[in-house]
C-alpha cells in the first residue's frame, strides 16, 4: 500500500510540476509595459469568441476600440463598432507607477496606477462564451468613473481615392460612395448605438456589373439590413451629456456615463450584438436578449479563463526560456502572442481577416499617408481573398485548433450556391467558380472585376491581368476540411457537396473550354488540359500550371481516402475517373539540375511567388522523407525566380518551404525574420508587409514555418525535429493526424522528453534531431 502511495504522490507530483512548467512558461510570454502609450499604434490586444479591442493609456486615460466579427457595412467596409475611453477621479494613472499587462493566462489586459497614497486598477476581459465587454475598475479609495462611447461615424461620410480601399468599391471613380452614419442615443446608465445596412449595398451594384440580375432572387446577400452595435451600461451610473473632440485628426462626438457617487468598485458593460433582420425592431429584441442572458449568467470570467486555460494546455511552443530577449526567445513568446489574436475570433460569424483580423488601429500609425479614420485597412473589410486567408487558417491544424477553422468554412458554405450560380449563368455548367478576390458572398470584387471590359468579353472571368483563371486558391479549403478529418476522425460529410462541387468546376470547366477552342475535351493522352489557367498571380496564362495539378491530385486522392460512408461506389468510380484525367506535372532543366516547372508553359511573370514550390507547401508532394526531394532541393536552390523571390515578408512561404525541405539553417534564418519583435510595441503587430498592420498572413505563415520545423508527417509516420537547429532548447505540444498529440521537450541538443497521445502510435515517431 505504501508503494501504490508512494507511485501515486509521484504521479501527481510529475503531472502537477509539468502543469506548473507550462504556466511559468507561459506568463514569460505576458506583455508588461511601465510606461503609458503615446496612441492608439501602441495598443494592446485584447479579446474573446468573436470580439478583439485594441488597448492603451494615453495621458491619465484608458480608451478601446471595439472590433466584432462580421461589421461589414454597406460598402463591405469592416466597421469598427466605436472607441471607449474611461477615466478616475482623481486620476491614478497621473502619478509615477504604473502597469499594463496582457495577462495570456486569463486573456485579460491589466492597467495597474498608483497617485500618492491612490492605487487603482482596471481589467478589461471579454466574455468568451457571449459577446460582452467587462471593464472592472477597483481602487483603494473612492473614486469616481466616467466612461464614454466615442463615435468618428456621426455623420455620412463621404470618401474617394485611396480611403475606398477599405470596402468593395476600391478605385471605382463614383462620386456617391459614402459610410453612412451610425445612431447613437443616451438614457439613463445606458448608451445605445448602431449602424443599420439599407436596402441598396455593394452586393447590388456586383451582381448588377457582373450579369448576375437574372438569378438575384436566389443569392445569398449577407449586407442587406445587417445591423450591428450594441450597448454600453455602468450599474451606478448616469448619464453625463456629450462632448466634440478630434483624436489623431478624426473628428468624433462623445457620450459620457459617471458614477453617481465615488466608490472603491465600478463595473461598465458593453453587450454587443449582430443580426440581419428585415425590421429595427428585431435587432432591440435581439439585444436585449443578449443583455438578460449574460446579467443572469453565473461565473462568465471564471469560464472565460477556463476557455484560456484549456487553449494554452492545447498547444504551444515555447523557445529558449532560459534565454529570454534573444531572437530564437522571441520567435516563441511571438508565436503564442499571435495565437492569441487568433483565438480572439474562436467563434466569429466570419474568418479572421488576414489584413488585420480583428485589431487594426488609425491608420497613419500603420501608414503616415493614410489619414482616415480608424475604419480602415487596405484589401478590403468583406473581401476574403483566399490566397491570403489560406494562411491564416494552416497552422490551426497542428495546433489543434479546430473549432477555430469553423467560421472559415462556413463562409464557404454559406457562399457555395453563388458559385454554382455564376457557373450556371455563365457558361451553362455544374460546379463553384470561386475567383479571387473574393467578396462576402461568392463573387469577385466589382472593381478587381473590371469596370472597363472589353466588348464580348467573358462575363465570366475577371478582367485583371493578375486575378484572370486564378480560381485554385479554394482547393487548400477543401484540403483544409478534409484533413480536419484526418486529424480529428469527426464527421465532415457536411463539407462533402462543397468538396465536390469545387472540384466539379475544373472538371467541367477545362472541357467546356477545351470544346471552345476544338473538338476534343482531352489532350492526345487523354487529359485534362488546364489552359489557360494560373500559377498563383505570378505565372500568367500558364498551360498546365503545376501548383493545380498537385492541388487537384492532393484533394482527389484525400476525398477518395475517407473512411467507409462518405462516398457512393458511383461517386468514388466518378473521382477516380478525373484523377486519371490530371495531367503530369511539368519539370526543366536548370543549370544541369532537375527542377519543377511552374508550368509546362506560361506568357508572362506577373507577381513574385514561389508556385513551382507549392507541390512542397501546401501540397506535400515533396519533403523530408518523401521520395525524389533532390528534385525540390535543386528547385529551392537553382531556379532563378524562386531564389529572385525568396523573402520572409508577409505572405512569403520560404520559411516553410526551407522546413518542409529539411534546411535547417535556412529555416531558423527565415523564421528568425517571420517572427522576431515587429518594431512595434506591441512585438506580434507585424507589418504592413504586402497587406496591412497587423499582418495576419506574416504570423501566421511564420507559425507554420515553426511547426514544420518541428514535426511533420508522412502517411503514418511522425518526423521530429526535420528542421530544427540544436541550439535552440524547445518545449512544444503540437497535433497530428489520426488524432495524435505529441509533447516533446528538447535541450542541448538532446531530446530529454516525449509523450504520445495515445501511446500506440508512440511507434510511429522518427527522431530526426542531429
Known amino acids: 500500500m505504501r508503494y501504490l502511495l508512494s507511485i501515486a504522490c509521484l504521479v501527481i507530483s510529475f503531472v502537477a510540476g509539468t502543469a506548473l512548467a507550462q504556466t511559468n512558461e507561459l506568463k514569460q510570454n505576458n506583455i508588461v509595459w511601465t510606461s503609458q502609450s503615446q496612441n492608439s499604434g501602441e495598443s494592446m490586444p485584447c479579446g474573446g469568441g468573436d470580439i478583439g479591442l485594441n488597448v492603451w493609456v494615453e495621458k491619465g486615460a484608458m480608451f478601446f476600440y471595439l472590433s466584432k466579427s462580421g461589421t461589414f457595412d454597406e460598402n463591405n467596409t469592416f466597421l469598427k463598432l466605436g472607441r471607449v475611453r474611461v477615466k478616475l477621479y482623481p486620476n491614478p494613472f497621473e502619478g509615477k507607477n504604473f502597469k499594463q499587462e496582457l495577462s495570456l493566462q486569463t486573456g485579460a489586459v491589466n492597467i495597474e496606477g498608483s497617485n500618492g497614497k491612490l492605487k487603482a486598477n482596471i481589467k478589461v476581459w471579454v466574455d468568451v462564451h457571449r459577446p460582452v465587454i467587462h471593464v472592472d475598475v477597483s481602487s483603494n479609495q473612492a473614486i469616481k468613473t466616467e466612461a464614454a462611447y466615442e463615435s468618428w461615424r456621426t455623420e455620412d461620410r463621404y470618401t474617394k481615392g485611396r480611403e475606398n480601399n477599405q470596402g468593395s468599391w476600391k478605385w471605382a471613380n463614383r462620386p456617391d460612395i459614402r459610410t453612412r452614419k451610425d445612431k447613437v442615443t443616451a438614457s439613463g446608465n445606458s448608451i445605445v448605438f448602431y449602424h443599420r445596412n439599407a436596402d441598396t449595398t455593394v452586393f447590388d451594384a456586383t451582381v ?164 482616415f479614420t480608424p475604419d480602415f485597412r487596405l484589401w478590403g473589410g468583406g473581401l476574403m481573398t483566399a490566397q491570403n486567408q489560406r494562411l491564416v487558417y494552416y497552422p490551426m491544424l497542428k495546433n489543434g485548433d479546430f473549432e477555430l477553422m469553423k467560421p472559415q468554412f462556413d463562409f464557404y458554405l454559406r457562399t457555395l450556391k453563388n458559385a454554382e450560380l455564376r457557373s450556371k449563368t455563365y457558361w451553362n455548367h455544374a460546379g463553384a467558380s470561386f475567383t479571387e478576390q473574393l467578396e462576402n458572398f461568392g463573387l469577385p470584387n466589382v472593381t478587381e472585376y473590371g469596370w472597363k471590359r472589353p466588348a464580348g468579353y467573358d462575363k465570366g472571368m475577371e478582367y485583371n491581368a493578375w486575378l484572370e483563371y486564378e480560381w485554385d486558391t479554394v482547393l487548400e479549403f477543401c484540403y483544409m476540411m478534409l484533413e480536419t478529418e484526418r486529424y480529428t476522425g469527426k464527421d465532415v460529410k457536411q463539407y462533402i457537396p462543397f468538396i465536390e462541387s469545387c472540384l466539379t468546376f475544373f472538371n467541367e470547366h477545362y472541357q467546356y473550354l477545351a470544346r471552345n477552342r476544338g473538338s476534343k475535351a482531352f489532350d492526345g493522352n487523354g487529359k485534362l488540359v488546364l489552359y489557360p489557367g494560373s500559377a498563383g498571380e505570378t505565372f500568367k496564362m500558364a498551360y498546365n500550371s503545376s501548383s493545380t495539378i498537385a492541388a487537384l491530385q492532393t484533394v482527389l486522392k484525400r476525398l477518395l481516402e475517407l473512411p467507409a460512408g462518405y462516398l457512393t461506389d458511383e461517386q468514388k468510380k466518378n473521382w477516380n475517373l478525373m484523377l486519371s484525367r490530371i495531367p503530369p506535372m511539368s519539370f526543366r532543366e536548370t543549370n544541369g539540375h532537375k527542377t519543377i516547372a511552374p508550368a509546362q508553359n506560361w506568357e508572362r511573370v506577373n507577381n513574385t511567388e514561389s508556385m513551382q514550390l507549392y507541390p512542397v507547401f501546401p501540397w506535400g508532394i515533396y519533403g523530408v522523407g518523401k521520395p525524389d526531394i533532390d528534385v525540390a532541393l535543386n528547385t529551392w536552390k537553382y531556379d532563378t525566380l524562386a531564389v529572385k523571390f525568396r523573402s520572409g515578408v508577409g505572405w512569403k512561404q520560404d520559411n516553410i518551404f526551407a522546413a518542409r525541405l529539411g534546411l535547417t539553417d535556412e529555416a531558423a534564418k527565415l523564421s528568425i525574420f517571420k517572427l522576431k519583435n515587429s518594431g512595434r510595441r506591441f512585438p506580434a503587430f507585424w507589418g504592413p508587409g504586402y497587406d496591412w498592420t497587423p499582418d495576419h498572413n506574416w504570423g501566421s505563415s511564420g507559425m507554420i514555418g515553426v511547426q514544420e520545423m518541428l514535426l511533420q508527417t508522412d502517411g503514418k509516420k511522425i518526423m521530429l525535429f526535420p528542421a530544427w537547429p540544436k541550439t535552440w532548447d524547445v518545449h512544444f505540444k503540437l497535433h497530428a493526424p489520426y488524432e495524435t498529440t505529441v509533447e516533446a521537450t528538447v535541450k542541448a541538443g538532446k531530446l530529454v522528453d516525449l509523450k504520445v497521445w495515445p501511446e500506440s502510435r508512440k511507434g510511429d515517431v522518427v527522431n530526426m534531431l542531429k
Request: charged share 15%; glycine share 10%.
Open 208 to 371: 448588377a456589373h457582373e450579369g448576375m440580375d437574372g438569378v438575384k432572387a436566389q443569392m445569398f446577400n449577407p449586407l442587406k439590413h445587417l445591423t450591428f452595435g450594441g450597448s454600453m451600461q455602468g450599474k451606478g451610473m448616469v448619464d453625463a451629456g456629450t462632448y466634440t473632440g478630434t483624436l489623431y485628426g478624426t473628428a468624433f462626438r462623445g457620450w459620457k456615463l459617471q458614477s453617481k457617487s465615488a466608490s472603491k468598485k465600478q463595473n461598465i458593460e458593453l453587450y454587443l450584438h449582430t443580426s440581419q433582420v428585415p425590421a429595427f425592431g428585431q435587432w432591440q429584441a435581439g439585444l436585449h436578449q443578449v443583455i438578460k442572458e449574460a446579467q443572469l449568467a453565473k461565473k462568465a470570467e471564471l469560464n472565460t479563463q477556463s476557455w484560456w486555460k484549456q487553449y494554452w494546455n492545447r498547444s504551444f511552443i515555447y523557445i529558449n526560456t532560459d534565454s529570454v530577449q534573444s531572437q530564437a526567445w522571441q520567435v516563441g513568446r511571438n508565436y503564442q502572442l499571435f495565437r492569441y489574436m487568433l483565438g480572439c475570433n474562436a467563434y466569429g460569424q466570419y474568418p479572421t481577416k488576414f489584413n488585420g483580423g480583428l485589431f487594426t488601429y488609425d491608420p497613419q500609425f500603420t501608414d503616415s499617408a493614410s489619414k
